[in-house]
């Protein structure tokens, strides 16, 4: 069956770098990827969408420059969070869709980021 | 931005027992979709459900959708220890979008 993958799946870093999370779609191309942030205990929250070729579509209140979203294969999407805060530590997951598939949505196993 | 609203929050429950989860909605559409997630771990998607559909079962799983009421129900019955976990629902508009609610945490007692 189609997978996403995700990693790192736990990352620490340090307050001011950046950190990147890739998301792979590994046996189909993904034209779509969704990424989600969840705070402990909390729900999922869309943070943007990630659109081979083109600019990633932002929710309102996430900030652009801070989340760095490249889709640059149809394999492939990044988050790029820059200058790394420590509430920025949450748990990061993608998603993709496969497309003539009913729309089929698959989700990878997440990446732990956390800020020191 | 989020959906709506589930209920309830937490539900604790024995071992055997049905387990009901409701979740409600704003917007219109195209379909809703349960999803379960263990703790710390990626989602598992349990069953989707279309507009034009008013119910779904998938082995212990049953849901509902009333487009009227803008609200779906998830039930597992005959529930097992294993099934503790949060459950989601989640919308969407065919283009791989979720917008999620705001789960319920069940835990299944032995």
């Known amino acids: 069956g189609a997978v996403v993958s995700q990693h790192p799946s736990r990352v620490i870093c340090k307050s001011g770098t950046s950190v990147k999370i890739e998301c792979r779609s590994l046996d189909f191309q993904a034209t779509t990827m969704f990424w989600y942030r969840q705070f402990p205990k909390k729900s999922l929250m869309l943070m943007a969408t990630?659109?081979?070729?083109?600019?990633?579509?932002?929710e309102q209140g996430v900030e652009k420059d801070k989340f760095l979203i490249n889709h640059a294969s149809l394999t492939l999407s990044t988050l790029t969070v820059t200058s790394a805060h420590p509430e920025d530590s949450s748990f990061y997951i993608c998603s993709a869709s496969r497309g003539g598939d009913g729309n089929t949505i698959y989700f990878g196993e997440g990446s732990w980021l956390t800020v020191v | 931005s989020q959906q709506g609203e589930e209920d309830p929050q937490a539900l604790s429950i024995q071992e055997g027992e049905n387990a009901t989860m409701n979740c409600s909605y704003k917007?219109?559409?195209?379909?809703l979709q349960w999803y379960r997630q263990n703790s710390g771990r990626g989602l598992v998607h349990l069953i989707l459900i279309r507009s034009n559909e008013r119910e779904k079962h998938s082995g212990r799983l049953r849901v509902t959708l009333d487009t009227s009421k803008k609200s779906s129900s998830l039930l597992i019955t005959a529930s097992r220890a294993a099934d503790t976990a949060s459950y989601f629902c989640a919308t969407d508009d065919d283009t791989g979008k979720l917008i999620f609610g705001q789960g319920t945490t069940l835990q299944v007692k032995p």
């Open positions: 990630s659109n081979e070729g083109s600019k990633a579509t932002y």
């Open positions: 917007t219109s559409i195209n379909n």
